[in-house]
């Protein structure tokens, strides 16, 4: 989605009263013309989200992503965005050295990006506002970037000698799901705590069981990331696949080919269930929701539809040529009304979970 679609659809939701801009002044410039421009679909997400909550969540996805936007750059050696990383850390528990040191280090005017070339100019504003937040919230802030950068740094050296020549590849699978829980499954628990912690009302099961199914919420959404970036990545010499679960097939990363081998084919279909089980714990999660909670029930809505919609189009491993799977941005209109106007009319999103998860299991079937 197009950042002016962005803007478009948080207007509308600005017709419905739905105020969104945080209180924290050192934010308001990167939330209204930064973070659209790099977040997409994020960007409604963060939109929709009550008062409370959204300085803090706001503040913890734009420190991840500077982190990721500097972990991903081509314009910087990998050795040197692991140092930088670990001073952004130093930075944000102990505030010893000004952010403005750290950007002169970041290339930022190579950066191809515009909107992320932007978002690396507005680092010292975003550290302003996440010292200048509750230092309750900080702390919880701080715990989940800890996390999300030991998956960064962990992602770099795992990779560090990657290319298309010489593919790197994950070991086991627990190392694939270790990943998940750091880049992704631990904003769940976050987002759990973050909503208990400012928002009054009953859950439908104990904390525990709630903050476990956001930890598999946040794992799924990144399983869809892995899938829908397969080729991608294989042409940046990294495969998420672990070794132990492809090798048996007889593919190899690194070819091109036109028919995968059949077992391939078996373990792709047993990789998209993977990525649906946690989707279906992230509805669960949803429904576990006090329906009082109506914003953050949007915000957990919209990503976990997407993902389910984009997961309906990976059935199969994509081939060298196809482009990567995405939600067309009137399925993401379709979603965004839909959901806005049957807000205490859970039947009508859990029809449209449901329908995405009946297309995904017949295509696995009618596949087999």
Request: hydrophobic residues 40%; aromatic residues 8%; contains cysteine.
């Amino acid at each position: 989605m197009l950042p002016g679609e962005c803007l478009l659809i948080a207007s509308l939701l600005e017709v419905i009263a739905l105020k969104t801009l945080p209180a924290n002044p050192q934010l308001c410039l990167v939330y209204k013309d930064i973070l659209p421009r790099v977040s997409r679909s994020f960007y409604l997400t963060l939109r929709i989200l009550p008062s409370e909550l959204r300085e803090p969540i706001c503040l913890a996805y734009l420190l991840a992503r500077i982190s990721d936007t500097v972990a991903d750059s081509q314009v910087i050696a990998k050795t040197d965005r692991i140092k930088w990383l670990e001073s952004f850390e130093n930075i944000l528990l102990s505030q010893q050295h000004p952010a403005s040191e750290i950007t002169s280090q970041l290339r930022v005017e190579t950066h191809p990006h515009a909107g992320e070339k932007e978002l690396l100019r507005s680092i010292q504003s975003v550290v302003n506002g996440y010292w200048a937040c509750d230092p309750d919230d900080r702390l919880h802030i701080q715990e989940v970037i800890q996390i999300i950068l030991r998956g960064q740094k962990w992602d770099l050296r795992r990779f560090s000698a990657c290319s298309t020549s010489a593919i790197q590849s994950l070991k086991e699978m627990d190392e694939l799901r270790e990943y998940t829980y750091l880049v992704a499954g631990c904003v769940g628990a976050f987002w759990t705590r973050m909503c208990l912690r400012h928002l009054s009302g009953s859950l439908a099961m104990e904390n525990h069981q709630i903050e476990a199914l956001g930890v598999r919420f946040g794992q799924g959404l990144q399983w869809v990331n892995i899938l829908r970036d397969f080729r991608s990545d294989l042409a940046s010499g990294r495969c998420y696949l672990p070794e132990d679960l492809w090798l048996p097939t007889g593919w190899r990363p690194g070819g091109e080919p036109e028919v995968y081998p059949r077992a391939f084919t078996e373990l792709w279909r047993r990789l998209v269930m993977e990525a649906l089980s946690c989707l279906e714990d992230g509805w669960r999660y949803l429904k576990g929701l006090p329906m009082h909670w109506s914003r953050v029930r949007l915000a957990c809505a919209w990503p976990l539809l997407f993902g389910v919609v984009t997961l309906a189009g990976l059935t199969a491993p994509p081939g060298p040529h196809c482009p990567p799977s995405k939600i067309g941005r009137w399925q993401v209109y379709e979603i965004l009304f839909r959901t806005l106007l049957s807000m205490r009319l859970p039947r009508v999103w859990d029809d449209l979970f449901d329908q995405a998860v009946l297309r995904i299991r017949c295509d696995l079937k009618g596949s087999s």
